[in-house]
């Protein structure tokens, strides 16, 4: 057995290992998690802050950073997914047979990498960078941590609704950390250098 045979086997068995932990409630938690559209609220709370912790301008530059990062991820996402043609847990009949568990429709055939994972993971590195480069009165650890207590969740329900293994996720997360602190060193190099007119 190859080494990358050896990492898909591991990788299935740790999959179906995690879909298997349930108990009844943290199914639709699972899912609520999996759903795009319910962040809109913390997308809009985040948006409000950013504009109440520095000027308007500053934020501007933190908020095209976050928009080129989640950009940069969606769409190295579905380019790598096309590339590589994994078939997600959902479509892989070896997966079912062995008890994965799906909770929502199946979706697009390929799942490598996550997008969900890439963009919480990119959005939480460079909104954390943004904010401490925008906004020297606070250090915000906090914040940094909860956002990445967010990014692990929602990158986690993935596994759990059956719509990726827990290697999609992870690379996922990585790649969208990498983008994130990049896209969130571009915003701190601009707001240093044009300081005079921020």
């Known amino acids: 057995m190859n080494l990358l045979n050896l990492l898909d086997s591991l990788d299935r068995e740790a999959t179906l290992a995690l879909n298997s932990l349930h108990v009844p409630f943290t199914d639709?938690?699972?899912?609520?998690?999996?759903?795009?559209?319910?962040?809109?609220?913390?997308?809009?709370?985040?948006?409000?802050?950013?504009?109440?912790?520095?000027?308007w301008k500053k934020a501007l530059v933190v908020l095209g950073s976050v928009l080129l990062a989640i950009l940069a991820c969606d769409q190295g996402a579905n380019l790598v997914k096309a590339a590589v043609c994994r078939l997600r847990p959902c479509w892989d009949s070896n997966m079912l047979?062995?008890?994965?568990?799906?909770?929502?429709?199946?979706?697009?055939?390929?799942?490598?990498?996550?997008g969900?994972?890439?963009?919480?993971?990119?959005?939480?590195?460079?909104?954390?960078?943004?904010?401490?480069s925008g906004d020297k009165s606070r250090?915000?650890?906090?914040?940094?941590?909860?956002?990445?207590?967010?990014?692990?969740?929602?990158?986690?329900?993935?596994?759990?609704?059956?719509?990726h293994f827990l290697g999609d996720v992870l690379t996922g997360a990585a790649v969208g950390l990498l983008i994130g602190w990049l896209f969130g060193?571009?915003?701190?190099?601009?707001?240093?250098?044009?300081?005079?007119?921020?």
């Not at 429709?105 to 996550?114: C, E, N, Q, T, V």
């Open 97 to 114: 047979s062995g008890g994965l568990r799906v909770l929502e429709g199946k979706g697009s055939f390929y799942g490598f990498f996550s």
């Open 185 to 198: 060193r571009l915003a701190r190099w601009a707001i240093e250098k044009y300081s005079l007119y921020l």
């Open 28 to 55: 639709a938690l699972w899912m609520l998690f999996s759903y795009k559209k319910v962040w809109i609220p913390l997308y809009l709370v985040l948006l409000v802050l950013l504009f109440t912790r520095m000027s």
């Open 116 to 132: 969900h994972a890439s963009n919480a993971f990119g959005v939480a590195a460079c909104l954390g960078a943004g904010f401490r």
């Open 139 to 163: 250090s915000y650890k906090g914040f940094s941590a909860g956002m990445y207590v967010w990014a692990s969740l929602v990158g986690l329900s993935r596994v759990f609704v059956g719509k």
